[in-house]
Nanobody
Framework: QLQLVESGGGLVQPGGSLRLSCAAS??????????ISWFRQAPGKEREGVSC???????SYVDSVKGRFTISRDNAKNTVYLQMNSLKPEDTAVYYC??????????????????????WGKGTQVTVSS
């Protein structure tokens, strides 16, 4: 089964930090050909795109996490990270990563996005509470 696997979630106090990781299971997550997006879904709320990184390395963040979260990738390890600092209780959610396969040279130059993803992970819980 082709899917992504998230790790690194947990319970942290407000102001604390966590680093989430996103890797693949069942296929090679060649980051030259996959743009990766992080989403989160809090109880009773719709899923929202948080951050993404395109195949050309360009990144994007939702306003609520700008300056606190950093997305990065390690092409050698086929892994994408989401470093989350200065965490707030409102960051509490299940965090998912998803992959968007880019098959053409033009598409690999495009910005990352939060729709039409090809593969998903099952999520990791992040709880920010004192």
């Amino acid at each position: 089964q082709l899917q992504l696997v998230e790790s690194g979630g947990g319970l942290v106090q407000p102001g604390g930090s966590l680093r989430l990781s996103c890797a693949a299971s069942g296929f090679t997550l060649d980051l030259d050909y996959y743009a990766i997006s992080w989403f989160r879904q809090a109880p009773g709320k719709e899923r929202e795109g948080v951050s993404c990184i395109s195949t050309d390395g360009s990144t994007s963040y939702v306003d609520s996490v700008k300056g606190r979260f950093t997305i990065s990738r390690d092409n050698a390890k086929n892994t994408v990270y989401l470093q989350m600092n200065s965490l707030k209780p409102e960051d509490t959610a299940v965090y998912y990563c998803a992959a968007d396969r880019r098959t053409t040279t033009i598409s690999r130059r495009a910005s990352c996005k939060y729709s039409g993803m090809d593969y998903w992970g099952k999520g990791t819980q992040v709880t920010v509470s004192s």
